[in-house]
């Protein structure tokens, strides 16, 4: 394919990618990347529409494919890192966010989006230094208006989030992820008589709840061996441990040539370990979990922020279960702090 050919294709492809035409923009790429394998935009671009599509590890693939080529486009970096924090890498987000920022320190996506990662990882200073940093460069920046909106509301200070995002809506009246905090922010307001109730306090409340039976915390304890998640515990796969077991006696009278017994004998200790073993484990990797869940407001906000928790009303169905990180611990926690004041 000549030079010129492949450079107005690779025009055409951004047009088509621009209007939204993914179908016919992929196709473009792709017949460019046939006779030119190495061709780093066209691998990165590619990358950027499986993101879209939600195929996150084909589109770290790709992009780092572009990256090989061109280790220091700013760019390439800033989306591989937005494909990392879509799959709950974080660590790797945020290091390939910095490689974006060392190339362009007025970047102002990238500080955005290194803003939001670092308030998942509970870094929230580092991610307001970072999102301040983006409106000072855009301050119409949609995105970095909303993400320090909700960092303001991670930390409590909800009048001051709430003037972020009125603010906003004055420049741009139909965003509607803006119009949501607006109303949420809003209602939480009303709801502590227009002051706003310290995390400390709501949390105090919570975990007295939870260590009275008042309030049920279920955890999903496999989200501890995440590599991200904030807290470390003995997270044992029990999995591995029953096949250990039973390929002990299976394999020992398998040796001796006694097939009926070493059948009899493996499912004898899978039945005792699937009815006594796994019970017990999984029971220890929640009691350590619960515990350091509810050490401190920290870890637990860090810990709400992962996606790892959910609260429930001893007294109310499952169905009213609020889950993490999706819905607010706080309005949960507000309904208990006339029941704990009282006491």
């Known amino acids: ?3 010129m050919t492949v450079a107005q294709a690779f025009q055409l492809a951004l047009s088509h990618h621009q209007s939204g035409r993914l179908d016919d923009a992929e196709k473009l790429y792709r017949i460019i990347l046939n006779a030119h394998p190495q061709h780093s935009d066209c691998l990165h671009l ?3 529409i499986a993101h879209q599509r939600g195929n996150n590890i084909e ?3 790709l992009i780092g494919r572009a990256l090989v080529e061109k280790p220091d486009v700013p760019e390439y970096n800033n989306n591989i890192a937005e494909a990392f924090r879509a799959i709950g890498r974080l660590q790797d987000a945020k290091e390939h966010y910095g490689y974006a920022l060392k190339a362009n320190p007025d970047y ?3 500080h955005a989006n290194l803003g939001i990662c670092l308030s998942y990882l509970g870094e929230a200073e580092k991610g307001m230094f970072h999102l301040t940093k983006a409106l000072a460069l855009e301050p119409e920046n949609i995105r970095a208006n909303i993400a320090l909106a909700d960092a303001l509301t991670e930390q409590s200070k909800l009048q001051d989030a709430l003037a972020v995002i009125r603010s906003l809506l004055r420049k741009h009246p139909n965003q509607q992820q803006a119009k949501e905090r607006q109303h949420n922010l809003e209602r939480r ?3 502590e008589g227009g002051s706003e109730v310290d995390d400390q306090a709501l949390f105090k409340a919570l975990r007295q709840s939870i260590e009275k039976k008042e309030t049920f915390l279920v955890i999903d304890v496999k989200r501890f061996s995440h590599p991200d998640c904030p807290i470390v515990i003995d997270y044992l796969n029990t999995r591995f ?3 250990f077991l039973v390929a002990i006696p299976a394999s020992f009278y398998f ?7 070493a059948i009899m004998v493996s499912a004898a200790v899978a039945t005792v370990f699937m009815c006594f073993g796994r019970p017990l484990l999984h029971a220890l990797q929640r009691k350590s979990a619960r515990r350091q869940v509810l050490e401190d407001s920290k870890r637990w906000k860090a810990m709400w922020q992962f996606g790892s928790l959910s609260l429930c009303f001893a007294s109310n169905t ?3 279960m609020i889950k993490s990180p999706d819905q607010d611990w706080r309005i949960f926690a507000r309904k208990l702090l006339p029941k704990r004041q009282a006491g």
């Not at 040796?255 to 017994?261: F, S």
């Open 108 to 110: 102002v996506q990238a």
């Open 255 to 261: 040796m001796r040539h006694d097939m009926p017994k």
């Open 59 to 61: 589109a770290i693939d």
């Open 241 to 243: 441990l029953y096949l």
């Open 1 to 3: 394919m000549p030079e």
């Open 189 to 191: 307001l009303r709801l």
């Open 46 to 48: 590619c990358g950027v």
């Open 318 to 320: 499952p169905q009213d």
